[in-house]
């Protein structure tokens, strides 16, 4: 049962627009969320994060938002560049009072168009 | 950020034979690292958070004596795959956590079971 969902496998985006990546989750006790950029045979490479308190974090192109009420949360990259395609991992945790690892989505593929 | 160090990243080696994966904080002292396992087109799965000096935890479904992991030291954690089959070919992926923003995650290892 996939508690982190990305439902769209692929997304193409032209150069300069916006991308915006979307991902659910069905477990409330998740209360911090990761986005990651991965290219094939490497391992993932952080991006942006986001707590349950907050519903917005901003980092330079990258902004995540965060709807707690809808599970949601989605990653927009404005303006996208050639450099950004690549698959994009949403991940989640729950604080159980130790270190935990990460429940990841399936990916989105997304492609930047010149 | 933590730099992590997983070697190697390719392995091909025929079934029945075990290999070794090794992860290594070059940076930070670990106590906890996490393997992944991601197969292709799926997304990164936990399978075993490896705690230094002590016993790792695995989660459901995955087999503690095939997959051994050893967490001799801060900076050093190894996954050992027994009795490979070609069933168990895949990406491997570890990770630490540092604190703040994020996991840093290993450069990958790509299994080949022949």
């Known amino acids: 049962d996939q508690q982190v969902k990305q439902n769209s496998p692929s997304l193409s985006v032209q150069e300069g627009r916006i991308s915006i990546l979307n991902c659910d989750y069905t477990n409330s006790m998740f209360d911090y969320f990761l986005w990651y950029k991965k290219y094939p045979a490497e391992g993932p490479t952080f991006l942006i994060s986001i707590s349950s308190i907050k519903d917005k974090n901003e980092d330079g192109r990258f902004t995540v938002f965060l709807n707690k009420s809808a599970k949601h949360l989605s990653l927009h990259i404005v303006p996208s560049q050639p450099g950004d395609s690549a698959v994009y991992f949403c991940a989640a945790r729950f604080s159980g009072g130790g270190a935990d690892g990460l429940t990841f989505g399936k990916g989105t593929h997304l492609i930047i168009q010149p | 950020g933590a730099v992590v160090s997983q070697h190697p990243s390719r392995v091909i080696c025929k079934s029945g034979t075990s290999v070794k994966i090794e992860c290594r904080s070059l940076d930070f002292q670990a106590t906890t690292m996490f393997w992944y396992r991601q197969f292709p087109k799926q997304s990164l799965m936990l399978m075993a958070t490896?705690?230094?000096?002590?016993?790792?935890?695995?989660e459901q479904g995955v087999e503690k004596d095939k997959f051994l992991i050893n967490h001799a030291s801060l900076t050093l954690s190894t996954l050992t795959v027994t009795s490979a089959h070609p069933e168990d070919s895949s990406f491997y992926i570890c990770s630490v956590h540092p604190g703040g923003r994020g996991y840093t995650f290993g450069s990958g290892t790509r299994l080949t079971v022949v």
């Open positions: 490896s705690n230094e000096g002590s016993k790792a935890t695995y």
